[in-house]
């Protein structure tokens, strides 16, 4: 089956089923807002599963305010990372990643992190343009599951992928000097 065929055909599935989601239970519900966000995961990675993006853009290189995570801690990713605990997301992420101290498989790790952040990205902003829709058309009150479920889902985890990102670089530059022994 060629990739943009299955691309496509993905796509049309997610389409039609959050159509048939939307007439049944409304653009405003919860049920429409966390099929949305679940469709649109499995979309995307099967996009970016698909193409495997480079995703070498300097966009995902960290800022210096960014270097120590303050911002982060601030907006609460230590919390959210605990949640992740909570809920099993970290243990069912090890297995299926399992984190090794080897020089690729922390490249790996990090263009994981750059994966993810893309992902969610996207997703992210495609909520977005339909809570502003669903705000408009509804009233804001209607469109509170797609904003929550929106920052729950997708903007919170590229906050931890951004936090993440630089410690991984500096564990990779680590590892990178004792093997050329400076």
């Given at each position: 089956?060629?990739k943009?065929?299955?691309?496509?055909?993905v796509?049309t599935?997610?389409?039609?089923?959050?159509?048939?989601?939307?007439?049944?239970?409304?653009?405003h519900?919860?049920?429409?807002?966390?099929?949305?966000?679940?469709?649109?995961?499995?979309?995307?990675?099967?996009?970016?599963?698909?193409?495997?993006?480079?995703?070498?853009?300097?966009?995902?290189?960290?800022?210096?305010?960014?270097?120590?995570?303050?911002?982060?801690?601030?907006?609460g990713?230590?919390?959210?990372?605990?949640v992740?605990?909570?809920?099993g997301?970290?243990k069912?992420?090890k297995?299926?990643n399992?984190?090794?101290?080897?020089?690729?498989?922390?490249k790996?790790?990090?263009?994981?992190?750059r994966?993810s952040?893309?992902e969610?990205?996207?997703?992210?902003?495609?909520?977005?343009?339909?809570?502003?829709?669903?705000?408009?058309y509804?009233?804001?009150?209607?469109?509170?599951?797609?904003?929550?479920?929106?920052?729950?889902?997708?903007?919170?985890?590229?906050?931890?992928?951004?936090?993440?990102?630089?410690?991984?670089?500096?564990?990779i530059?680590?590892?990178?000097?004792?093997?050329?022994?400076?």
């Amino acid at each position: 089956m060629s990739k943009y065929f299955r691309v496509c055909f993905v796509l049309t599935f997610v389409v039609i089923l959050l159509a048939a989601v939307a007439l049944w239970q409304g653009l405003h519900s919860f049920v429409f807002a966390w099929v949305l966000n679940l469709m649109l995961m499995m979309s995307v990675l099967e996009f970016t599963q698909t193409f495997k993006p480079k995703l070498i853009s300097t966009y995902y290189n960290s800022r210096k305010w960014e270097a120590e995570g303050n911002i982060y801690k601030w907006f609460g990713v230590h919390g959210f990372r605990k949640v992740l605990v909570w809920v099993g997301w970290e243990k069912l992420n090890k297995a299926s990643n399992p984190v090794k101290k080897s020089l690729e498989a922390l490249k790996h790790l990090e263009y994981s992190t750059r994966k993810s952040e893309f992902e969610h990205s996207i997703i992210f902003f495609i909520v977005l343009v339909l809570t502003l829709f669903v705000g408009f058309y509804y009233g804001f009150k209607q469109s509170l599951w797609l904003l929550m479920l929106n920052v729950l889902l997708n903007a919170y985890p590229v906050v931890v992928q951004r936090y993440n990102r630089p410690r991984l670089r500096k564990a990779i530059n680590k590892i990178k000097g004792f093997s050329t022994g400076t």
